[in-house]
């Protein structure tokens, strides 16, 4: 089979602290308390579309270990580790030169490790087409989600002429990183703009090329040494290359420039739980609003609230409404919902 899977699982998830630690990020974290880490639910549903030794994650070295224990089935050497934190172009091409000397018919899809799926069937549904259409054609295909809110904290992408003979697969004509209110209000309104999920499928050698003509630098650092991948000089030769290589996102290295990108639209019931204000909004929450993820709570004229304790002790709440109860071992953080971006500096006075 040529069809592969990488799965990104090496950021911090800072937005969800206290919980998500450089020590343990949200990705190794039961965030939606089913007992169930949100990478193990990733590779989870991925096996359902591809064997599991055809399902690669790029980690940062750091956590090697911790996907080892979260993902048993997989060898060391489908355990790719960064050396450094060079944001996801370097990423994406460390992974998919490494497949693609593997394989060079590999056909990739890149996908997040901390994202919440609905309708996992509409999932591999969708997942099989994607990967069907990069087989065929020298493209990159995002998976772009229905909205359902004017969201500021997601990237939007427009939707420009239909692909014939496919059924939700258009040109994608724009990217807007994290609009305003109202920009966002009038994207939902116009009807033809998606969500960027931040999925996407390429050929190893499509997306080969797209480095080497538009990411230049990344490309040829990463390219220095012929043979180099899959072999036992692979780690010193990454451990020299890659943190030289500049920090830059894929989507302002590689989407933004490149001329044969493509949108699947889709509706499975997405969310990339970025913050706890996300996660709050997919919850499922009581009569009056509040929502447990942890622990037991009672409340008394209190709504609107998220209650999480990873001690599981008894939490009693009165006369509090829309707030954040956040009982994380050495730190007890209470903060109101809609002021959950200055949590963010408070999170660095304890760094």
């Known amino acids: 089979m040529n069809n592969y899977v990488i799965i990104m699982a090496g950021g911090v998830g800072s937005r969800f602290w206290p919980a998500s630690r450089e020590t343990k990020p949200k990705q190794f974290l039961d965030i939606l308390g089913i007992g169930k880490s949100l990478i193990r639910l990733t590779f989870e549903r991925f096996i359902k579309i591809v064997p599991a030794e055809n399902i690669f994650i790029i980690t940062n070295e750091k956590y090697r270990d911790l996907v080892a224990e979260h993902l048993p089935e997989l060898t060391a050497d489908q355990i790719i580790g960064e050396p450094s934190r060079n944001n996801t172009a370097p990423c994406v091409a460390y992974a998919a ?19 919440y799926i609905h309708d996992e069937k509409e999932f591999v549904r969708v997942v099989k087409t994607g990967f069907l ?5 020298s493209a990159i295909l995002t998976l772009g989600m229905k909205p359902t809110r004017p ?12 692909e014939p003979e496919t059924e939700a697969i ?4 724009r990217f807007t990183e994290k609009p305003d209110e109202p920009t966002a209000m009038e994207f939902l309104k116009d009807g033809n703009y998606t969500w960027n999920s931040g999925m996407f499928f390429f050929k190893g050698k499509t997306i080969a090329e797209d480095f080497k003509r538009h990411a230049s630098e990344i490309y040829n650092l990463l390219n220095a040494e012929d043979g180099v991948y899959n072999t036992p000089r692979e780690a010193e030769f990454i451990n020299q290359k890659y943190p030289k290589t500049p920090n830059i996102s894929i989507d302002y290295a590689i989407m933004e420039k490149a001329d044969h990108i493509y949108c699947l639209s889709a509706d499975f019931g997405w969310s990339d739980l970025g913050t706890w204000g996300s996660l709050y909004d997919f919850k499922e929450k009581d009569s009056i609003g509040n929502v447990l993820l942890s622990g037991d709570a009672k409340y008394y004229n209190s709504e609107g609230n998220m209650i999480m304790s990873s001690k599981g002790r008894n939490i009693i709440i009165k006369d509090l409404q829309n707030y954040f109860i956040l009982d994380e071992n050495d730190i007890l953080v209470i903060w109101p919902r809609n002021d959950e971006g200055d949590l963010t500096t408070v999170r660095k006075m304890f760094e």
């Open 97 to 115: 030169f490494k497949l693609l000397a593997l394989n060079p018919e590999a056909n990739l899809l890149v996908s997040p490790s901390d994202h």
């Open 170 to 173: 258009f040109r994608a004509a």
């Open 151 to 162: 969201d500021t904290g997601y990237g939007y992408i427009e939707l420009g002429e239909k």
């Open 133 to 137: 259409f990069t087989e065929n054609k």
